[in-house]
């Protein structure tokens, strides 16, 4: 299982974002006994930067009763008051304002883990002291997968994208039910396999994005290599879509991840490569064509849970390689296998 220092490193590379050093010092500085401390020690963090900087502002529509105008005067409510001849109007206007749906957000957020027990105490204090650094009257916006798609389509980048998707993985790493006191409880989202599988997907395509400039990095979708008697029939083929795809002018890699507790399957009292996986390399391999003088190969790439591999093959005249990689070591070697993978 990746240590939880680790993890840092992986949800920064997993949401296109480089660590930042002072807070890799309070994260190794620091002993996380669950994943969920994790969680909220780079919220709050992160929070209180956004605090320092200034909470991001938008503009809200409201609607006020006035004595002057502003905006647009909202004619059937103000006559049915009356209002016009005491020389008043209620008025529809935009108003520059920090009380946006992230940062509702975020203090929602910031509430339902100070009451996580599973917390330590000094934590769960500072999450309550930061919540009062929010401007006054703000409504926080509990944490759901309604509101986390309303926060979604807003886009946020930088620190508040980021801080987005930490409040989306408390949100998943939450159990469905409370304690009988309404307090909320967590699991261990290292045993979430999907979970895993897209956030170290994203971690391996964004690590060579950020620490690599030889090749472009990208995710592209394969065409298959086939003819068909109308275009129809073409719709009914699966989609062949890479995680990782590293192009140079002279090499060019497929990368496939896959996040399994291990990179064998026992069959027959033998251990072998799991065939699926195998299969899906191998048609992208197969259907795509590589462009003059560009060497074309591919790489599963797995975690080191229970067993290590490092196995190399030419399938179909393309070299292949099937790795595991110790996401429990330092990360300096992490980083260091991760370029070595492609040099």
């Known amino acids: 299982?990746?240590?939880?220092?680790?993890?840092?490193?992986?949800?920064?590379?997993?949401?296109?974002?480089?660590?930042?050093?002072?807070?890799?010092?309070?994260?190794?500085?620091?002993?996380?006994h669950r994943p969920q401390e994790l969680l909220a020690h780079v919220l709050l963090t992160g929070t209180r930067r956004l605090l320092r900087q200034g909470l991001p502002v938008a503009y809200a529509e409201r609607e006020e009763e006035l004595p002057e105008l502003r905006g647009r005067i909202l004619l059937a409510p103000s006559v049915a008051r009356n209002l016009l001849g005491q020389g008043r109007a209620i008025c529809s206007y935009d108003e520059l304002s920090a009380n946006t749906p992230l940062n509702q957000l975020l203090l929602g957020t910031l509430q339902q883990l100070a009451h996580t027990r599973a917390l330590p105490?000094?934590?769960?204090?500072?999450?309550?002291?930061?919540?009062?650094?929010?401007?006054?009257?703000?409504?926080?916006?509990?944490?759901s997968a309604t509101s986390l798609r309303l926060v979604h389509r807003l886009r946020p980048t930088g620190l508040p994208g980021f801080l987005l998707n930490v409040c989306e993985l408390v949100y998943h790493s939450a159990l469905p039910a409370p304690t009988a006191a309404g307090r909320p409880r967590f699991r261990d989202f290292r045993r979430d396999e999907p979970l895993m599988a897209r956030l170290f997907e994203q971690f391996v395509r964004?690590?060579?994005?950020?620490?690599?400039?030889h090749f472009r990095v990208l995710s592209e979708t394969i065409r298959w290599q086939a003819e068909a008697e109308s275009p129809e029939a073409f719709d009914l083929l699966p989609a062949m879509i890479t995680d990782t795809t590293l192009e140079a002018p002279d090499r060019k890699i497929i990368l496939d991840t896959k996040y399994y507790a291990a990179a064998l399957r026992p069959r027959y009292d033998?251990?072998?490569?799991?065939?699926?996986?195998?299969?899906?390399?191998?048609?992208?391999?197969?259907?795509?064509?590589?462009?003059?003088?560009?060497?074309?190969?591919?790489?599963?790439?797995?975690?080191?849970?229970?067993?290590t591999l490092d196995v190399r093959y030419t399938l179909g005249g393309h070299p292949v390689r099937i790795v595991t990689i110790n996401l429990a070591q330092p990360w300096q070697d992490i980083m260091a296998d991760l370029l070595g993978l492609i040099g």
């Open 206 to 213: 964004n690590f060579y994005k950020l620490e690599q400039r």
């Open 1 to 32: 299982m990746i240590p939880i220092q680790n993890l840092y490193y992986l949800l920064c590379y997993a949401w296109n974002r480089l660590p930042e050093q002072a807070e890799l010092l309070a994260v190794q500085a620091d002993t996380f």
């Open 121 to 143: 105490a000094a934590l769960r204090h500072e999450l309550k002291l930061t919540q009062r650094r929010f401007p006054a009257g703000m409504e926080p916006l509990a944490l």
């Open 270 to 307: 033998q251990q072998k490569l799991i065939s699926p996986h195998l299969y899906q390399l191998y048609a992208y391999l197969q259907n795509q064509p590589a462009a003059p003088g560009q060497h074309l190969e591919g790489i599963l790439l797995y975690p080191a849970a229970t067993q």
